[in-house]
């Protein structure tokens, strides 16, 4: 696939009808792909072959009878490692689930095949989704396809890998606090948060259930736009999911940038932000400018407070979630002579020690005495934040940001730091924890060859705007500016 033109859901579409390929010999292409390459980047932890080539020959029975063709058809798809897939091993990156196999699909997954989507496997991620750079999986970290020695971002970090090395057209990740963007902006490809309840949340295997999120990973625009009206929509099964209409985000995203209102606040371009990132996000903003978009500076105050905010909240109820992982009912048990023991020996063995920290933290934040100081008030700092955007909302149709402060890290640089690691998600969270949808575009490559990412905000199931935006950026240039 080197050197050749990348796949897309448009061109895989048009090969498949024009019987210039069809979709089993695509899968085939793909596989021998991630053979090739996934050694070094370790991007897949499982496959489900036979899955892929049954999904394949319906593809092509349907081809071969004239009928119409699913939105996804034939498309080779990856699916991060925390959204459960029937029959296929499921591990959260973690040994506690090193031998789960799922016996249903998430509501994502059958509306992907129902479309055609052709699933090729499992992706490496952070334990748990736990992680800003793909280094805490038990299975081996990940590597970035730019550059080797570099982190592919974190915690969708296979999924973002997997389409930046064309080993799948498109892929699903998850965001908590940043999960979907930084990875999507290091690897430099598109990737897409959607708002909180636009997708449903069912058969995802929970770390923080107020933030966590499924989206789409794509090389282009228009390919994370079809994949979002695909998964989109309301689903019984989740409590959480919104009973909205969903917009054909394809149609929408073709409209003109010009006219639209885009706030550029002051608090996340101080410092800590890296001059070359800063650069070329404002360089970027330039270029909607002189495509007719309007900048309006803007503050966000309670920016600062974000980062002690989300890990406050978010480890919390990763501690709640986690707590079913006992060695009871599924996964991992390792045998004790008491049920505690039990208990301690299945979690000491079975969780590494990142999961472990933020198990550590949420249960202290949640304990009896620290609750109000901790839990509680950060509750409502996060009203605080998301009034900050609320009030954006009004004076602006979208928020542009850099997506992180740097480009991609050495693997290992930042390991033994934990908050250092933390602060990579620190223009991400705000609007985790306020619900809103964002998404990274690439914005340009740093002197060393890295990818930079852009990241857009819109307003809640604002998705149609801040892909119209995207899609602009991309028609114009910036994605290489």
């Keep these: 696939m080197s050197g050749a033109p990348r796949w897309t859901v448009a061109s895989v579409h048009e090969a498949l009808l024009a019987k210039k390929t069809s ?3 695509l899968a085939q292409e793909f596989y021998a792909q991630i053979e090739q390459r996934n050694p070094e980047l370790n991007a897949f932890l499982a496959l489900c072959p036979d899955r892929a080539y049954a999904q ?50 998430a509501t994502a997954i059958e509306r992907l095949e129902r479309a055609g989507a052709v699933i090729m496997g499992k992706t490496n ?37 997997a389409v930046a090395a064309g080993l799948s057209v498109v892929a699903l990740g998850t965001d908590t606090g940043g999960s979907i963007r930084q990875p999507g902006a290091y690897c430099g490809v598109p990737a897409m948060m959607p708002t909180y309840g636009r997708v449903s949340r069912y058969g995802l295997i929970a770390f923080a259930s107020s933030l966590d999120r499924i989206g789409p990973f794509a090389t282009n625009i228009t390919d994370a736009a079809t994949v979002m009206s695909v998964i989109a929509g309301h689903d019984s099964n989740d409590s959480t999911s919104a009973a909205l209409a969903v917009p ?45 978009c309007k900048r309006v500076p803007l503050k966000m105050p309670h920016t600062d407070y974000a980062i ?44 590494g020690p990142e ?32 009034r900050d955007f609320a009030e954006a909302f009004e004076k602006v149709d979208a928020i542009i940001t850099p997506t992180a402060p740097t480009a991609a890290f050495r693997l290992g640089e930042k390991t033994a730091d934990p908050l250092e690691m933390y602060l990579a998600d620190i223009y991400t969270v705000t609007g985790s924890l306020a619900g809103v949808p ?7 490559k740093s002197a060393a060859g890295l990818p930079i990412g852009m990241q857009i905000f819109g307003s809640h199931f604002g998705e149609a705007r801040i892909l119209q935006l995207a899609r602009g950026f991309e028609k114009a240039g910036g994605f290489s500016i």
Aim: with cysteine; aromatic share 8%.
């Design 23 to 25: 979709a089993r010999e």
């Design 56 to 105: 394949a020959d319906r593809v092509d029975a349907i081809v071969a009878q004239g009928k119409p063709l699913g939105r996804l058809a034939g498309v080779p798809v990856a699916i991060k490692d925390v959204i459960s897939t029937e029959g296929v091993r499921t591990t959260c990156g973690s040994k506690i689930l090193e031998d789960y196999t799922p016996p249903y699909d």
């Design 125 to 161: 991620c952070d334990e748990f989704a736990m992680g800003s750079s793909n280094e805490n999986s038990a299975y081996g970290p990940v590597r970035n396809p730019i550059a080797l020695d570099r982190v592919p971002g974190g915690s969708s970090g296979g999924s973002a890998a």
């Design 248 to 292: 054909e985000y394809a149609a929408e995203i073709e409209k003109s940038v010009a006219g639209l209102r885009i706030g550029i606040p002051e608090d996340y371009f101080g410092a800590g932000l890296d001059a070359e990132v800063k650069n070329k996000v404002q360089a970027g903003i330039t270029l909607l400018e002189r495509h007719g």
């Design 308 to 351: 002690a905010t989300y890990y406050v909240i978010a480890t919390a109820e990763a501690s709640s979630n986690l707590a079913r992982y006992d060695g009871v009912r599924y996964g991992l048990r390792v045998q004790g002579n008491t049920l505690m023991e039990m208990y301690r020996k299945t979690r000491e063995r079975g969780f």
């Design 355 to 386: 999961v472990k920290r933020r198990i550590m933290l949420g249960t202290y934040a949640l304990s009896s005495g620290y609750y109000d100081a901790y839990y509680l008030r950060a509750q409502k700092v996060r009203s605080l934040i998301a």
């Design 438 to 444: 964002g998404i990274s575009v690439p914005c340009g």
